[in-house]
């Protein structure tokens, strides 16, 4: 059994609460559950002539937890920022088939988990607090691990601006706000928001006009995914590229064997992007297949190569994200 470090009953919450439910509450939980999603898939037309009306559906109201990490992150990312990335290192870890990653794992498991997210999924970050991890974790009782996702940000120029890192709420954002104090790595002159179990530095904090309040930047990131990289821009078009519309924005959300494309809605030079995209060796080999949605304005394709296809992305070698001819 190995010894608790000390001080980590004043860093972490009580795993209360936050445990799984099981047995009968569990089943008690996907019933409501069921009864929910069922609910939502109820006809709103109206009842049949001689009958009462029917009893006011059940509406879901979306709570933090189900905001997913792109989401809060796009609330904080200023206008003049160019570029955003954002790495899900828990959806990295169930693709891998583990059911957490954290600090109170041996460095054994942690080593491992690092090496094999690396060379088996898309994240997109390394993890920014790696490299003072045992620093972290001697002196303040959390580390890299306890980090469920980051954002990094970055201008035009693809110079990193600002980061924003998303704390497990196990962790006591307080214990955060000491490491900051005491300046650890890249930790100095961070902000902690404690309420909202983030940490945010340069271009991150203080955000008055954001992402998020634009609708069209916001339907760019709605699902999960291990990698996501946003950019309010295009790439430059290859030699003889033919038949583009303008493209303001696109994301890219790689997630096990899919990614997911988006430019926005209402395109229709999505086949014209897809053979672009065909003709890049390198790119094909990542992205295969191809198959695309005008409406929504969305490409599908499959991730043979999760390493490839985030290299390529931070790299934009993207042809389907080319600007107009």
């Given amino acids: 059994m190995r010894a608790s470090r000390p001080g980590a009953d004043r860093t972490r919450r009580s795993r209360r609460g936050a445990s799984t439910v099981s047995g009968p509450a569990a089943a ?28 006011p559906q059940a509406t879901l109201t979306v709570s933090p937890i189900d905001i997913t990490p792109a989401q809060r992150a796009l609330a904080h990312v200023p206008a003049d920022v160019t570029a955003v990335t954002i790495t899900d290192f828990d959806r990295a870890a169930l693709q891998l088939g583990l059911d957490e990653v954290s600090s109170d794992l041996p460095q054994r498991e942690r080593n491992a988990f690092w090496d094999r997210a690396q060379r088996e999924t898309a994240i997109l970050s390394d993890g920014l607090l790696r490299p003072v991890g045992p620093q972290l974790l001697r002196d303040h009782s959390f580390s890299q691990e306890d980090v469920g996702w980051e954002a990094r940000l970055f201008d035009a120029d693809g110079q990193e601006v600002g980061w924003i890192l998303g704390l497990h709420t196990i962790i006591d954002p307080r214990a955060v706000e000491k490491a900051v104090d005491a300046g650890v790595g890249p930790l ?25 309040d634009d609708d069209a930047t916001g339907m760019l990131v709605t699902g999960t995914a291990v990698g996501t990289y946003v950019e309010r821009g295009c790439v430059q078009a290859p030699s003889g590229a033919s038949g583009l519309e303008p493209l303001s924005a696109y994301s890219v959300a790689l997630e096990g064997t899919l990614a997911t494309v988006r430019l926005g809605t209402d395109r229709q030079d999505l086949f014209e992007r897809i ?47 080319a600007c107009a001819d």
């Fill in 28 to 55: 008690m939980a996907g019933l409501l559950l069921g009864a929910v999603a069922l609910s939502g898939c109820t006809s709103s037309s109206p009842p049949p002539q001689g009958q009462e009306p029917a009893a």
């Fill in 188 to 212: 100095a002159d961070a902000v902690v928001d404690v309420d909202a179990g983030l940490v945010l530095s340069g271009a991150a904090v203080d955000v008055d006009d954001p992402w998020g």
């Fill in 275 to 321: 053979a672009l995209a065909a003709e890049d060796r390198q790119v094909a080999k990542a992205f295969e297949g191809g198959v695309a949605d005008p409406a929504s304005g969305r490409i599908g394709y499959r991730l043979v190569d999760p390493v490839g296809a985030a290299e390529l992305t931070l790299r934009r070698a993207l042809p389907f994200a």
